[in-house]
């Protein structure tokens, strides 16, 4: 059932979301909106095409603590679990996309990630859909849209001064009819359905320049071409591409101890670290950073492809934007594509 | 009117095919177009065909000395285009014992300021057709719209205290030396500010910077003062900074960082700029430019020197007796 | 048994074993102190499992002891980093953390009733120790064996009285070994595993080649195993890459589209040439 909200109830929700549970919201801090918790709706940007960083930062934190261990003489270890439970604002579609990628990852097949499992049940998403697509955004290369409500609890489409609602899950309707009760009014059906088709058909000009059809199977017998050579070179070795992205999810584990007691984290790290593959004995298989760039771009072209059947990339436009090199997948891709037209 | 970087862009794709046609150079390390007219990225070159994707516009602001160091280890020659700022780079690499000079081809070019893309690209100019030099402005023609942006403006603000226009020292130079003036004096008053902010408000200030970062390294990866063999970040043993992201180890890092780089920072401003986060990296830099240019008397602390302030000691001139 | 799987249980070190003259290959065995979580923990030969010293790290190790001899584990392990530092300077009662069992195995169907040749190298010798004692614990089930074996001294040969005693007494089982450099001691041939293996000249005929050891004897065992006429189908390799979780999820141990701590690290030789050369 579609319905309505107007600014100053979602205004009054928010402010009820925050103190009743932890509220994660874009906010506007020298400069750069990203998602960070807040305590009242009066905190939040509702200004921003995307967060500069994603709601990977709170489902699959950048680090956090795995477990607790004394070894004073016998070992003790103590698992740590996440509890506190979240409600997420202001997703956008490319990131709500983002979150079943990582699903298949870290919930599916024999072993899952309960960590990850524990934080994804307890956190409800609450999507916004995209206004103004930024001029690095692509999702529609990949079958998203701006209106893409897929993997929110509740969809959220502003509409004039106010905004359609959508809820599409139990954790959804919990919060319409919970905190929200009195909030929402039933939307006319065909005037509702009429925002979410305007918006599932926006525009997204960069979106028509990518073209991803068929890349994965461009890229099956790609892996020794020339090009990686050459567009490897300019890659900074930074992890800013990797850590920006809400669909790369490589870890590290490490402890920290002091006096016979610490913990053990589990970290993102990236494959754009030239320490990353580095073994004990010091032997690396990807010792430059040729094989280092084709492992990302493969990985999310190619490899996760091959294992999940989707793209490992949601079209965001956070690499395109943020890397300081311009060393980017949509750039990738029109790059292969053109090597093979001319093969 | 005086040329801008456009205009050397054939004269420069000449002089690079012709060094590595002649093999005088294995490879250039200059600029290609990026996403938009507004942000060019680097190119590293090998090939005679891969020349004519090297462009120049006055966008071109990225410091490209630091890729030196991925080919100290090979034999030949690599070409390289350096601004005056660069320059300063490239000296420290040199100076630092990291490059060897006789083992690069500098192609010098000379500046007269660098468009802020990320300023000039919110106009809505569209794609840039032609940008013209017109003294204390430049226009930009864009296929949605002109604007005469005053450099004052629209530059980076690294260049409007530039004392450095002409690359020192090039072996090939596109176009003539500029006229060397810095448009204003270099500006320590945010500086300044920092230090009169009660210090719970400068330490919130900065907890809030560092709160952001993300820990990508590529303020230290662009950083040309940021040259050592192996990176004290990158030791897994021992490990002097955790991997975990909390504000106690990102300041370590960015604060021993700074510390490392303090006396030896060309001001060229790149590790602000990358920062995907926008942390102001270069107030951290400055403060202690300042302060070696108040402590020291050295007024310029950002060129390098054979003799760095803070990479000196005599004994018979330390008043401290020895520990 | 931690719901988590990246959390080890407690086990405890029973015995080390010094392999090696120099005692940079130790051999300890473990048993997990929760006995439910050692009842729980079945392996194959050939999967691997992580063991924590904490304050440290973890490192993945394969599991020497044959699944057939059940009520403890064995690693060998070589002293090569940070963690393995650390565990050869464990002492015997000392707890360390445990989780696993990881990976594939060695593909015992495929092994059935045909002749079996294992080349070793070295502590390579660790993960074929397993299946050995595995085959010749169901001495029946297999045809010939033949076990070539190397290492760079006499100090270095590890598991000294199965490969020289033990594994000589069974029936229709020889043991073949070798060293780089001999000593005033040593009366055995002397040479590199890849050119001794063509000495011992195994017989491809319904046979099963199965090796383990440093990269380059791989490599070169590879040429030698295909010029005696064994084909890419009858020969079985391990890779080795570094890992962290284990479990398919942390990213660093992938080879193309497989993920040697899962999908691994056993693979057929034309398994492995369906793969990216980057491991």
């Keep these: 059932m579609l319905l309505t909200i107007t600014a100053d109830n979602l205004k009054s929700l928010l402010d009820k979301l925050a103190r009743d549970s932890l509220l994660v919201a874009p906010v506007l801090e020298d400069g750069v909106t990203r998602l960070k918790p807040v305590k009242a709706a009066s905190e939040i940007a509702l200004d921003y095409s995307n967060t500069a960083t994603s709601i990977k930062d709170f489902l699959f934190p950048q680090s956090e603590d795995l477990l607790r261990f004394v070894t004073d003489g016998t070992l003790s270890i103590e698992e740590i679990k996440p509890e506190r439970a979240q409600v997420a604002f202001g997703i956008r579609p490319c990131d709500l996309a983002s979150v079943a990628l990582m699903d298949k990852v870290l919930t599916t097949g024999e072993y899952a990630d309960t960590h990850y499992q524990a934080r994804r049940k307890n956190t409800v998403l609450i999507g916004l859909a995209c206004e103004s697509p930024a001029d690095t955004c692509f999702c529609t290369s990949y079958g998203y849209n701006p209106g893409h409500s897929a993997g929110a609890d509740v969809m959220l489409y502003k509409d004039g001064d106010q905004y359609l609602a959508e809820a599409l899950s139990d954790k959804g309707r919990e919060v319409v009819g919970g905190p929200g009760e009195g909030l929402f009014k039933p939307a006319d059906e065909a005037a509702g359905q009429a925002v979410k088709k305007a918006y599932a058909e926006k525009e997204v000009p960069f979106g028509k320049e990518v073209d991803v059809e068929g890349i994965d199977q461009l890229l099956d017998n790609f892996f020794d071409d020339q090009y990686w050579d050459d567009v490897s070179k300019k890659c900074l070795g930074c992890g800013t591409c990797t850590y920006v992205c809400p669909t790369c999810h490589c870890f590290l584990l490490t402890d920290e101890a002091r006096g016979g007691e610490g913990l053990r984290f589990r970290c993102w790290d990236s494959c754009m670290f030239a320490n990353y593959t580095k073994m004990a004995g010091g032997h690396n298989p990807r010792p430059s950073k040729k094989e280092r760039v084709r492992q990302r771009f493969m990985h999310k072209l190619n490899y996760y492809p091959h294992r999940y059947h989707s793209y490992l990339c949601t079209g965001c436009g956070r690499c395109v934007a943020m890397c300081p090199v311009g060393l980017h997948i949509a750039g990738v891709i029109k790059d292969v594509k053109g090597v093979k037209a001319h093969a | 009117m005086s040329a801008t970087f456009t205009d050397h862009q054939a004269a420069l794709r000449d002089e690079v095919k012709k060094l590595l046609t002649d093999g005088s150079i294995k490879g250039f390390i200059g600029y290609a177009r990026g996403r938009d007219s507004y942000h060019p990225v680097p190119a590293i070159v090998t090939r005679p065909d891969q020349v004519d994707g090297l462009i120049l516009d006055q966008f071109s602001i990225f410091g490209l000395t630091k890729y030196l160091l991925d080919y100290i280890f090979e034999d030949g020659k690599m070409g390289i285009v350096v601004k005056g700022c660069d320059a300063l780079g490239l000296g420290r690499l040199i100076n630092d014992h990291r490059v060897d000079r006789n083992k690069v081809h500098v192609v010098g070019l000379p500046c007269a300021g660098v468009l802020n893309g990320e300023k000039v690209a919110k106009l809505g100019l569209g794609k840039v057709q032609r940008v013209t030099d017109k003294g204390s402005a430049f226009l930009v023609e864009g296929d949605k719209g002109s604007k005469e942006l005053p450099k004052t403006e629209y530059l980076w603000d690294k260049c409007l205290w530039c004392e450095n226009h002409n690359p020192a020292g090039a072996d090939t130079l596109l176009g003539s030396e500029v006229e060397n003036v810095a448009m204003k004096p270099r500006d320590f008053s945010d500086i300044t500010a920092l230090e009169k902010m009660p210090s719970a408000e400068r330490a919130a200030f900065w907890t809030r910077q560092f709160s952001r970062c993300i820990r990508c390294y590529a303020c230290r990866n662009v950083c040309p003062a940021c040259n050592c063999r192996e990176c004290v970040f990158d030791i897994a043993d021992p490990r002097w900074v955790g991997n975990t992201v909390k504000l106690s180890e990102q300041q370590m890092f960015h604060f021993t960082r700074a510390f490392h780089v303090a006396g030896r920072c060309v001001d060229c401003g790149e590790c602000e700029r990358v920062c995907p986060m926008e942390i102001p990296l270069m107030k951290l830099q400055r403060k202690l430019q300042k302060d070696v240019i108040e402590l020291f008397g050295n007024p310029k602390p950002f060129v390098p020197s054979e003799v760095e302030v803070l990479g000196q000691f005599r004994v018979t001139e330390d008043p401290e007796e020895f520990m | ?169 069974y029936e229709n089982a020889q043991v073949h070994v070798t060293v780089d450099r001999g000593d005033e001691t040593w009366t055995g041939p002397v040479g590199f595993v890849p050119a001794f293996l063509e000495q011992v000249n195994p017989s491809p005929r319904d046979a099963v080649a199965v090796t383990c050891g440093p990269p380059i004897m791989i490599k070169l065992v590879l040429q030698s195993l295909a010029k005696l006429g064994f084909t890419d189908d009858q020969i079985v390799t391990t890779l080795e890459m570094k890992m962290q979780c284990g479990v398919g999820k942390c990213g660093r141990c992938n080879v193309g589209d497989k993920y040697v701590c899962i999908d691994g690290p056993v693979f057929t030789l034309s398994q492995l040439k369906q793969l990216p050369p980057e491991f």
């Excluded at chain 3, 003259?21 to 051999?27: F, L």
């Excluded at chain 3, 009733?113 to 397993?130: C, E, Q, T, Y």
């Excluded at chain 3, 064996?145 to 000589?168: H, M, Q």
């Design chain 3, 1 to 169: 048994m931690p719901e988590n799987p990246l959390v080890p249980s407690v086990a405890t070190i029973d015995r080390i074993t010094p392999e090696t003259a120099a005692s940079d290959v130790k051999t300890f065995q473990v048993t997990f102190d929760d006995p439910a979580v050692m009842e729980r923990f079945n392996y194959m030969s050939g999967q691997c499992a992580m063991l924590s010293m904490f304050g440290v790290g973890e490192s993945m190790i394969s599991i020497t002891s044959s699944p057939t001899r059940r009520g403890f584990l064995e690693f060998s392990v070589k002293r090569t980093g940070r963690v393995t530092d650390v565990l050869h300077e464990a002492v015997e009662g000392q707890k360390i953390g445990v989780r696993g069992p990881y990976g594939n195995h060695f593909p015992l169907e495929m092994l059935k009733g045909k002749n079996l040749v294992f080349i070793g190298g070295g502590i390579g010798l660790a993960p074929l120790r397993s299946l050995i004692n595995n085959v010749l614990d169901n001495r029946k089930e297999y045809g010939r064996i033949d076990v070539v074996y190397g290492a760079r001294s006499p100090g270095d040969l590890c598991f000294k009285y199965e490969v020289l005693e033990n594994w000589t007494k």
